[in-house]
């Protein structure tokens, strides 16, 4: 998995995930994400080019989702309806938890509302 984190504006950063998502890998990204959120900014975390979520990386995920809400940090999880992560996350039925967007522009919308 790679991560990387982009400043798209003064107030938001993006959590751009590439690759394969699991256990080991979700804590890392739970680090990266978490830090931009104890500086304040909105958080968008862009699951596009995740190629593989086991269920190890839907608990990450869900509990980044947990963290980055008990901080009352707005934040998004961009998912295009036809990835592969957007089905492992419709198999398991978090999909409407997580509150998932199409789109980065969406998830900026979203973030901002």
Excluded: K
Excluded at 32 to 38: C, D, F, V
Excluded at 50 to 56: I, N
Excluded at 74 to 90: E, H, K, M, N, Q
């Amino acid at each position: 998995m790679r991560v990387e984190v982009d400043s798209l504006s003064a107030e938001t950063d993006v959590v751009y995930v590439v690759g394969d998502v699991s256990r080991a890998e979700g804590s890392r990204l739970h680090r990266l994400a978490a830090r931009s959120a104890s500086t304040g900014r909105r958080v968008l975390v862009d699951l596009t080019h995740v190629s593989f979520l086991d269920s190890a990386g839907v608990s990450a995920v869900t509990a980044l989702w947990r963290a980055l809400r008990a901080d009352r940090t707005p934040a998004a999880f961009v998912v295009p309806d036809d990835s592969p992560a957007a089905r492992t996350l419709g198999i398991a039925r978090v999909t409407s938890m997580l509150g998932l967007v199409a789109t980065v522009e969406q998830g900026l919308h979203a973030v901002r509302a």
